[in-house]
């Protein structure tokens, strides 16, 4: 039986997990494959830091990526150190030198993907990134290997954990954002530093992997409309509710007249639909094709072993191939179709939209608010006034028809702008089950 060498770059939490799968599960593994696999090297800055679970007196530990990259024995090599650089350098030098490579790097492939790509394809090795999008739901080779018969009408869901469970959380306990964004930092489910997560930036990383493979259409980061939940209130959390939908950050992409959009953004869900029953730190993606339907992927989109399990999938497969001499080849990366669809800018999107504007609880104040609307080609489904409170600004929630987005914006500047509007208005876009 052929032995495959494979070296890991960083021993953090996914790197520990990668190695615990294989302690645990490597037998398993290794009947699948047809192979041995072989954790040659593994290179992290921090030698003696104790991983729980792991030895690593056992462990081939070196202190630089560098001999890793350089070791002719080494024939996989499984990026594991995240953010931009020196990952990037990492992963252009393991595949110029002719090794395949697992990353489960979803920044760096959002922003250098094509170059990566490029890079694979012209020593022709494999590069495999099951682990960069939704942890370890088997979503990326679902879409690239599984739906070549269908033409992909929708790709949407939510891809981040830590979004999910403050939202859960606002919701069924009525809590405030800023406290349970601190409890959620001392479970673990949000990062010291959560900018990446609660302003979006995390799912729109994942979006842009997500419907470039989806759409075989090259779509750009900073062409991806991205909002965060910080501006979420409780009030709009009890709102919803009230109305029949839960508020959950949605990372969409869809095509509509032959366009695609790309957007990231809390959404307004109807409440008896699937992905609304989708709760904490779980997440959940539902594609549709023209042939297939509808498909729903649901599961952990984070965490050690749920992600670990998906370098494993990605790393298995490779190693079976270079096993059995099987090569790399040009459909094994994504790629663009010969006729991509041009990407609808967010201002052309069409959505039916939430509002909740706090104006002075006066006689007219409705009708000035409604006639604007009105002016910009925006109708109403319903209004609901939150309270009474003479001579002050009380909420008055509206829920909309579809409407254009550029035309939202332009009256939602001309509502604020009223002498009886108080303060800025809370809008939100409703899409349908």
């Known amino acids: 039986m052929n032995e495959i060498k494979i070296g890991l770059l ?68 499984i990026e594991l150190v995240g953010g931009l650089e020196p990952a990037r350098t990492f992963i252009l030098r393991a595949l110029e030198a002719g090794k395949h490579v697992v990353t489960a790097n979803k920044a760096l492939l959002a922003h250098h993907g094509p170059e990566i790509f490029e890079a694979a394809r012209r020593n022709r090795v494999l590069l495999g990134f099951e682990a960069a999008v939704a942890g370890g739901i088997p979503l990326i080779r679902a879409v690239k290997d599984g739906l070549p018969a269908n033409r992909v009408l929708s790709a949407f869901g939510i891809v981040n954990g830590t979004c999910n469970y403050i939202l859960s959380k606002m919701t069924d306990e009525g809590l405030d954002f800023s406290m349970v964004l601190k409890e959620a930092q001392a479970q673990g489910y949000a990062e010291a530093d959560p900018t990446l997560d609660i302003e979006g930036m995390d799912s729109a990383h994942k979006l842009q992997i997500l419907a470039t493979i989806a759409f075989r259409t090259a779509v750009d980061l900073k062409d991806i409309h991205t909002e965060g939940i910080t501006g979420i209130a409780p009030q709009d959390v009890e709102n919803a509710a ?9 990372a969409i992409a869809k095509t509509s007249d032959g366009a695609l959009e790309a957007r990231v953004h809390p959404t307004m869900i109807p409440a008896a639909s699937p992905m609304a029953a989708v709760s904490g730190v779980f997440n959940a993606v539902f594609i549709t094709g023209d042939n297939v339907g509808n498909l729903m992927f649901y599961g952990r989109g984070a965490g050690q072993l749920p992600t670990a399990s998906a370098v494993w999938s990605d790393t298995l497969e490779i190693a079976r191939r270079v096993a059995h001499g099987v090569p ?13 669809l041009p ?20 006689p007219g104040v409705l009708a000035q ?5 009105g002016q910009h080609e925006i109708s109403l489904v319903s209004v609901l006034q939150k309270g009474r409170a003479q001579g002050e600004a009380v909420p008055v929630v509206m829920m909309t028809h579809e409407a254009r987005e550029r035309d939202m914006r332009a009256a939602l500047q001309a509502i604020d702008k009223l002498p009886v509007v108080a303060s800025r208005t809370t809008m939100i876009r409703v899409e349908p089950a």
């Open 328 to 340: 790399a080849m040009e459909g094994d990366l994504p790629s663009i179709s010969e006729r991509p």
């Open 10 to 77: 960083g021993l953090g939490t996914v790197g520990s997990g990668v190695v615990k799968v294989l302690q645990n599960h490597g037998a398993d593994m290794e009947e699948r494959a047809g192979c041995r696999l072989r954790l040659h090297a593994i290179a992290d800055a921090e030698l003696t830091r104790p991983r729980e679970g792991l030895d690593l007196k056992t462990l081939p530990l070196v202190n630089d990526a560098a001999k890793v990259l350089a070791d002719p024995a080494v024939q996989i090599v």
């Open 369 to 373: 608010v409604a006639g604007i609307l």
């Open 242 to 250: 009230e109305l029949g939908y839960r508020i959950k950050l949605l």
């Open 343 to 362: 990407l609808r800018r967010m201002e052309d999107i069409r959505s039916s939209y939430y509002l909740r504007v706090m104006a002075l609880d006066r």
